[in-house]
Structures are given as structure tokens and as C-alpha cells.
């Protein structure tokens, strides 16, 4: 599971981080609620886990909850089996 977290994280980074940034992202870093991913985003992040991962994440199970920090993002992965 530490890869996908790891493929996760550095997606984030590189994707919604400015690239001078000098903010920390951890596995826990508020991702929605810390402004790092907007609503836009979410959706673009929501696409890249379905096609990396090959699977259709419902838009029920897409909330920003669920999106907030690498860690829940991981929660809901496992839910389609992926480890």
C-alpha cells in the first residue's frame, strides 16, 4: 500500500503545487479543506486514479471527504482492491 500512497502523494505535488512551492505535503495534509485541490482538481485527480488504477469511482463515493489527505484517498482505493 506504501507505493500506491507514495504514486498518490507525488501525483498531488506535482499536479496542484506550484513548482518554487516550499509547502510540505504529507499523507495527511488537508487536500479540499487546505486549498491545495479545488473542486476542478478533484475531478481531474478523480480521473487520474480511475485510469491508473483501472477502476470507476462513483461520483456518490467521490466526496470531498474522501479526497481531503492521501490517506483517505488510499481508504477509498482499497475499497476497489486496490492495494
Sequence with gaps: ???????VLQYVID???EQDSDQEITFDTK????????????????VFLETRYKIQ?????????????VNNIVKLLEEFGIQ
Aim: hydrophobic share 45%; charged share 25%; glycine share 6%.
Design 31 to 46: 487536500l479540499i479543506s487546505g486549498g491545495i485541490v479545488d473542486s476542478f482538481s478533484m475531478v481531474s485527480l478523480k
Design 1 to 7: 500500500m506504501s507505493e500506491v500512497k507514495d504514486i
Design 15 to 17: 499536479e496542484y503545487l
Design 57 to 69: 469511482i462513483p461520483d456518490a463515493k467521490a466526496t470531498p471527504d474522501a479526497f481531503d489527505s
